[in-house]
Nanobody
Framework: VQLQASGGGLVQAGGSLRLSCVAS????????MGWFRQAPGKEREFVAS????????YYADSVRDRFTISRDRSENTVYLQMNSLNPDDTGVHYC????????????WGQGTQVTVSS
């Protein structure tokens, strides 16, 4: 499986961005597709995931109520709508696929930079 992420950029605090991740290859219904992020000098952390076959959506407490993860199975694509962004959301955002709700995943995408200015 290969993952191609896009949609990052520079935004002011309070703004919004929408990340996309297209997967090539077969995705099992039991897999969890989602997003992690890594801020400068910090460890990579879980952001959000969903069960590809349906039935479960998971968020980190820091993004709950601000971010929304969704999928389009016909396009093998997962989205992350990020609203009310703040500088703490800055970092490289990676899409992922794996067997667990909050990682570690089996496959990583290449990452897309999100920068939120204050």
């Amino acid at each position: 499986v290969q993952l191609q992420a896009s949609g990052g950029g520079l935004v002011q605090a309070g703004g919004s961005l929408r990340l996309s991740c297209v997967a090539s290859g077969r995705i099992f219904s039991s897999s969890f597709m989602g997003w992690f992020r890594q801020a400068p000098g910090k460890e990579r952390e879980f952001v959000a995931s969903l069960k590809w076959g349906g039935g479960g959506i998971y968020y980190a407490d820091s993004v709950r109520d601000r971010f929304t993860i969704s999928r389009d199975r016909s396009e093998n694509t997962v989205y992350l709508q990020m609203n009310s962004l703040n500088p703490d959301d800055t970092g490289v955002h990676y899409c992922s696929i794996g067997p667990y709700t909050r990682g570690p995943p089996k496959y990583w995408g290449q990452g897309t930079q999100v920068t939120v200015s204050s």
